[in-house]
Nanobody, 117 residues
Framework: QVQLVESGGGLVQAGGSLRLSCTAS????????MAWYRQAPGKQREFVAR???????YYADSVKGRFTISRDNAKNTVYLQMNSLKPEDTAVYVC???????????WGQGTQVTVSS
């Protein structure tokens, strides 16, 4: 079965950095666009960053210039490097995979990121 497992969340001070990782099981990774979403309490799920199978990257305006998404196909892992963190970045960060030619997405369980003032 397909499984996405995130890691790297935690508590950081404003201005600090954190790197999230998401590892995908099975054979889906290299043929999947990967993305990070986040959801804060009382707010809608928000797109954060996406990386295509060709390693093209896209970012939400709110994180552009601070966050970097990357992928390592050999490790079946996508990363989200988060720099200059702000309290408003506090959320559960969820990894998603969208395999090519499939109608369904796969989602991880999420990892909590808390940025304190």
């Amino acid at each position: 079965q397909v499984q996405l497992v995130e890691s790297g969340g935690g508590l950081v001070q404003a201005g600090g950095s954190l790197r999230l990782s998401c590892t995908a099981s099975g054979s889906i990774f290299s043929n999947s666009a990967m993305a990070w979403y986040r959801q804060a309490p009382g707010k809608q799920r928000e797109f954060v960053a996406r990386i295509t199978i060709f390693a093209n990257t896209y970012y939400a305006d709110s994180v552009k210039g601070r966050f970097t998404i990357s992928r390592d196909n050999a490790k079946n892992t996508v990363y989200l490097q988060m720099n200059s963190l702000k309290p408003e970045d506090t959320a559960v960060y969820v990894c998603a995979a969208r395999p090519s030619y499939q109608a369904t997405d796969y989602w991880g369980q999420g990892t909590q990121v808390t940025v304190s003032s």
